[in-house]
Nanobody, 122 residues
């Protein structure tokens, strides 16, 4: 059974850090692009970062560039999103997804996790 499970979300103060994990089972992440997306209350889901499977090329949207870092450990079949200097506007449900194309567009991602809540508040 193909499954992606995110973990690591929670409540953090502004300026704090969280590390999200995306554990895959039922298939190998090694041949897939890993993307991270988020959906804030009342807003559409947005892609924020991806990491390619071959050359591990990474991409970040401007709003998280310099604060977030995406990585992967194919041996552990897991992807990660390190989030530093968090801001209240980062509050959202965060999703990981995998697909064959290195893009921030969600339509190209086939498998999705259930999401993990990140709340940034004093």
């Amino acid at each position: 059974q193909v499954q992606l499970v995110e973990s690591g979300g929670g409540l953090v103060q502004p300026g704090g850090s969280l590390r999200l994990s995306c554990a895959a089972s039922g298939f190998s992440l090694a041949n897939h692009v890993i993307g991270w997306f988020r959906q804030a209350p009342g807003k559409e889901r947005e892609g924020i970062s991806f990491i390619n499977n071959g050359d591990h090329h990474t991409y970040y949207v401007d709003s998280v560039k310099g604060r977030f870092s995406i990585s992967r450990d194919n041996a552990k079949n897991t992807g990660y999103l390190q989030m530093d200097n968090l801001e209240p506007d980062d509050t959202a449900v965060y999703y990981c997804a995998t697909g064959p194309v290195a893009t921030i567009l969600s339509a190209y991602y086939r498998y999705w996790g259930q999401g993990t809540q990140v709340t940034v508040a004093p």
